[in-house]
């Protein structure tokens, strides 16, 4: 599992990123918006915690740009006092927010619930008969052997796997 943290306080940068990696998560570290927009977008991720006061980008204006490329689920921290902030951020596409301080517990836990929702949502294979599509490498095999497809041609049987069926 794969988590960016996107957070100016260094201090809290460091705890977060520290707790997340002690329970098994592969961190990334942005300090500040620029460079988190720059990891979001670049770099896959299986979440991402997101500070919305920051430099350079705010948190909204990062999501904004994120959410029209990618659906990496998204965790904001908001100030205790944010709810106006906090209700702009899942309008804008976050996923679940913390109000800090927070206990790094509740933040794991969450954490841990956005990625099993993400990952049920997520349809890697499809089968439709003796045809798999894997949305993951992007190939697709009839009865075990490998198609020789072009991006586009994959793209078409992706929308509608019905039509490698009849081959
Ligand atoms: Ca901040």
């Known amino acids: 599992m794969r988590v960016l943290v996107v957070e100016d306080e260094p201090e809290l940068l460091q705890v977060t990123a520290q707790a997340l990696r002690e329970s098994g998560f592969a ?8 460079e988190g927009l720059y990891k979001a977008t670049t770099w896959e991720y299986d979440a991402i915690v997101l500070d919305l006061m920051l430099p350079k980008i705010d948190g909204w204006t990062l999501l904004g740009k994120l959410r029209k490329k990618k659906k990496t689920p998204v965790l904001i921290l908001s100030a205790r006092d944010g709810v106006r902030d906090r209700v702009q951020g899942l309008d804008i596409g976050a996923d679940d927010y913390l109000v800090k301080p927070f206990e790094l517990s509740e933040l794991l836990a969450r954490l841990r619930a956005l990625i099993r929702r993400a990952a049920g949502q997520a349809l890697p294979q499809i089968k439709i008969g003796d045809v798999t599509v894997d949305t993951r490498t992007r190939t697709v095999t009839k009865d075990g052997s490998l198609a020789d497809l072009t991006g586009r041609e ?10 490698a069926a009849d081959w």
């Open 27 to 34: 961190v990334d570290e942005a300090a500040d918006g620029e």
């Open 154 to 163: 994959y793209a078409i049987v992706e929308c509608s796997p019905f039509s």
